[in-house]
């Protein structure tokens, strides 16, 4: 060996993790190593720049910051860098200066990611240095900069201390506090509040309640505001995101949104201080949304949300915010696809709830999602006189989906199915039907309806359901059996020895689907634990979160799923936004070996977690007697 390859060695060898290799591989490694040097105060890696190296530090000292220019942290001799982007997408979302005449090992990435994958210690010290492991991972996901509408807190927003009158105000003083004030809304406090409270909240006015309500109905102006408020007022948490807040508006369609702490008002945000905080139009893409005419308007909309999705990729928002994003995205086409349907077709003869069910009524719809849907009709339904106005609008909105690239349901879930286009005493004893007394094979088909959430009409309807579903579910020892029985039959991708198990032939040949094989058993399986303990929430995350206040599963079990769920889903997502920025059409099918090591192995430890918490799953739940494990 070169005397220079030799001091290479000796160096490295001193220093973790390059010292716990064998001498072999050290003797291989330093041929393929090239020296660098660069001089005070000079660039190493830019944020932005693509990095094929691992930097191991020779001598001298850098500073690494975070994208905003915040310091990161400072590295000296026997220190690594560059890892991390090597690891994810190459891209360099810490930059490095040197803050002396730093000379450094480079490592070639092919070197890195084959020590990562022939050694753990190796790969675990390299992803520890980033705080990595499968928990550490998954919170990865603000590290290339700060986002201010992703990232912060709502009580950010607020621009204004809270203004407020009681109910017995009359509409002029109320015009006089606001014009004083400078606000365009007013939030109306209970008369008497409570001793260390500002009192609770008893309605809500706005310029637009004034001029509508009181002005152009000629009230005088000495009537009380209490008659023209708005008295169900939507509120978001203080410590909620931005873009939760965002998410709520747009969904109940909101100019206004007190924002509380502890249960009391600390202000007003508005739609102006989202969009201040909005850095690519996403709001801007619902509320267009709702001024389409025609389908053709609709469909042009959809051709944006691929563009909007990778935006949101890029910026590192997590699984949550997507899924809630394109969610909402989606139930707004729809609504809006409603109210078309209704001015086509005239007003509905009885009144009706649509249901949007799956993944859509969770929260978690991403770029590849088949429509699922169904309407519940009011009591009074008479098949003759009204089932021609419900087929036409059910036929409408789902070509209209179609349209607007959520394709037809194979299996036929959706309202042009009469089955799934009932009133609400058949939609109730279809329910208590499947729990009473479920047999397995319709159980097999209804899954679904268990995920439902109603986005258009007459949502008391949906709330009746699944007020339903929470008080018979959870006695129903039969039913969650069953229900378990069917969460099986999805299993993630390991075999023996923890290697992937791929298609072997067809169109997806040596790939694995994240979503039947990733995240969808996780789904399943949490579903089964909600519907246990009567869980109000529909998103798996918040039903982890419920179903952790509970004595169900084993202590840090609902941590490791969560954990897991939200590290598939950030593989699956940034797969298809890969996909979208090629030009090819996104899907869910994933080749392993286009994957980093990183990636490779946290998606086998995820894949450990959901196998473990489906063993859990088949014996957790038992047939009636109690007595029969789930087979």
């Known amino acids: 060996m070169e005397i220079e390859l030799f001091e290479i060695k000796d160096h490295l060898s001193r220093h973790r993790p390059f010292s716990d290799l064998p001498p072999a591989i050290l003797d291989g490694l330093v041929s393929h190593i090239e020296v660098a040097y660069f001089r005070a105060k000079s660039t190493i890696l830019a944020l932005g720049q693509d990095n094929y190296a691992l930097y191991f530090i020779r001598s001298g000292a850098v500073e690494v910051s975070r994208s905003s220019g915040e310091l990161y942290n400072r590295f000296g001799e026997g220190d690594c860098f560059g890892q991390f982007a090597l690891m994810r997408s190459k891209r360099v979302r810490y930059p490095v200066k040197a803050i002396e005449d730093t000379l450094v090992y480079l490592i070639p990435n092919a070197q890195f990611q084959h020590l990562c994958e022939q050694f753990d210690g190796f790969a675990d010290y390299m992803e520890e240095s980033h705080g990595a492991r499968l928990h550490q991972a998954v919170n990865k996901v603000r590290e290339d900069g700060y986002n201010p509408l992703l990232a912060s807190p709502v009580r950010k927003l607020i621009r204004r201390e809270i203004v407020t009158a009681l109910p017995s105000a009359s509409v002029q003083q109320a015009a006089e506090i606001m014009t004083r004030a400078r606000v365009s809304s007013l939030l109306i406090m209970e008369e008497a509040p409570s001793v260390g409270s500002q009192g609770a909240i008893a309605g809500l006015i706005t310029d637009r309640d004034l001029r509508a309500r009181a002005l152009s109905k000629g009230l005088s102006l000495s009537t009380p505001v209490r008659d023209i408020m708005s008295r169900e007022v939507v509120c978001c948490r203080s410590e909620a995101y931005a873009f939760e807040a965002m998410l709520t508006m747009m969904r109940h369609n909101l100019h206004h949104l007190p924002v509380l702490h502890q249960g009391n008002p600390i202000g007003v945000i508005t739609a102006a201080d989202i969009v201040q905080y909005e850095s690519h139009g996403s709001v801007y893409l619902v509320s267009e949304i709702f001024k389409q005419t025609d389908v053709a308007g609709l469909k042009a909309i959809s051709e944006k ?23 909402f995205i989606g139930s707004s086409i729809s609504q809006r696809l409603l109210q078309l349907g209704e001015t086509k077709l005239g007003e509905p003869p009885i009144p009706y709830c649509y249901l949007s069910l799956g993944s859509m009524a969770r929260q978690e719809q991403l770029m590849v999602t088949d429509q699922d849907n169904a309407f519940i009709l009011d009591d009074q339904f008479i098949p003759q006189q009204h089932d021609a106005y419900f087929s036409g609008l059910a036929a409408f909105v789902s070509d209209g989906l179609a349209a607007c690239g959520y394709s037809y349901c194979d299996g036929e879930i959706m309202g042009t199915n009469p089955r799934w286009r009932q009133p609400l005493k058949a939609w109730q004893e279809m329910f208590s039907n499947w729990i009473d007394d479920p047999d397995p094979e319709a159980l097999l088909h209804s899954s679904i309806f268990f995920d439902l959430e109603g986005i258009y009409g007459h949502l008391k309807f949906a709330e009746a ?27 993630p991708p390991l075999g023996f020895f923890r290697h992937f198990v791929l298609e072997p032939n067809g ?15 996780i789904s399943d399986l949490v579903r089964v634990h909600a519907l246990a303990c009567g869980s109000r929430s529909l998103n798996t995350l918040e039903r982890l979160a419920d179903v952790n206040e509970t004595d169900l599963l084993p202590q840090g079990v609902g941590s490791d799923l969560n954990d897991a769920l939200e590290f598939i889903s950030m593989v699956r997502i940034r797969h298809q936004a890969k996909q979208i920025d090629t030009g090819i059409e996104p899907d869910n099918d994933v080749e392993p070996t286009r994957l980093s090591s990183f990636e490779r192995r946290h998606l086998r430890n995820a894949f450990q977690i959901v196998d473990k918490s489906q063993s859990f799953l088949r014996y957790r739940y038992t047939a009636s007697d109690g007595m029969r494990a789930i087979r």
């Open 305 to 327: 949300v691929k563009p909007s999705f990778v935006h949101m990729v890029n910026e590192d928002a997590n699984s949550h915010m997507i899924g809630s994003a394109l969610s």
């Open 507 to 521: 169109e997806h040949i040596k790939t694995f689907n994240l979503k039947e094989r990733g995240t969808a058993p």
């Open 465 to 491: 359901l699944k007020r339903l579903i929470r008080e018979k579910a959870p006695q129903s020892r039969k039913f969650l059996a069953h229900i378990a029985r069917n969460a099986l039959m999805r299993n």
